[in-house]
T-cell receptor, first 113, second 111 residues
Framework: AQTIHQWPVAEIKAVGSPLSLGCTIKGKSSPNLYWYWQATGGTLQQLFYSITVGQVESVVQLNLSASRPKDDQFILSTEKLLLSHSGFYLC????????????FGPGTRLTVL | QQNVQQSPESLIVPEGARTSLNCTFSDSASQYFWWYRQHSGKAPKALMSIFSNGEKEEGRFTIHLNKASLHFSLHIRDSQPSDSALYLCASLNNYAQGLTFGLGTRVSVFP
């Protein structure tokens, strides 16, 4: 069975500090991977996607970056946090193909003070 | 760039009632449509999908798609308090890029 794990569960960080969020998918090889951001009470905004190791495409610019160092790992990071980065960060995977369901991880709640 | 609009923003319905949620999309080339449900503080989970015009029913849930009118909808029959959640509609144009979500409809079902 496939499992998706995100870490940390929650973070409280200061404005200007660095950030690294992680996502690991087990039980599925070569998945498509996605990062989404959800403001409190808001919709899901796609940030990045990756269809293969080492390749990441940006969908929106929010002063964030992403990397896929391994087939089963997706990392979201920034060197300098902004207040506007607060929210719920969700990693998702799919098998690829237009009809493939996207499965979301449990998310990381980030509060920037 | 796909634009997905949802209505209403929120709904309060009594237990046992029928709940109807609407979604419109801007790109007539869109082909794949999803409804996701998100309980408070949890990850979204796919509820149903539809890929061709018409209707699809699964248990108490029915979805309709009309590509000509750029509209798809979700109907919940015999709504239960456990259906209380944020409902997100989404369309997918490019499978690699992922889903474009609407702003969501918050549904509250009271006993």
């Amino acid at each position: 069975a496939q499992t998706i794990h995100q870490w940390p569960v929650a973070e409280i960080k200061a404005v200007g500090s660095p950030l690294s969020l992680g996502c690991t998918i087990k039980g599925k090889s070569s998945p498509n991977l996605y990062w989404y951001w959800q403001a409190t009470g808001g919709t899901l905004q796609q940030l990045f996607y990756s269809i293969t190791v080492g390749q990441v495409e940006s969908v929106v610019q929010l002063n964030l970056s992403a990397s896929r160092p391994k087939d089963d790992q997706f990392i979201l990071s920034t060197e300098k946090l902004l207040l506007s980065h607060s929210g719920f960060y969700l990693c998702a995977w799919s098998l690829g193909g237009a009809r493939a369901e996207q499965f979301f991880g449990p998310g990381t709640r980030l509060t920037v003070l | 760039q796909q634009n997905v609009q949802q209505s209403p923003e929120s709904l309060i319905v009594p237990e046992g009632a029928r709940t109807s949620l609407n979604c419109t999309f801007s790109d007539s080339a869109s082909q794949y449509f999803w409804w996701y449900r998100q309980h408070s503080g949890k990850a979204p989970k796919a509820l149903m999908s539809i890929f061709s015009n018409g209707e699809k029913e699964e248990g108490r849930f029915t979805i309709h798609l009309n590509k000509a009118s750029l509209h798809f909808s979700l109907h919940i029959r015999d709504s239960q308090p456990s259906d209380s959640a944020l409902y997100l509609c989404a369309s997918l144009n490019n499978y690699a890029q992922g889903l474009t979500f609407g702003l969501g409809t918050r549904v509250s079902v009271f006993p």
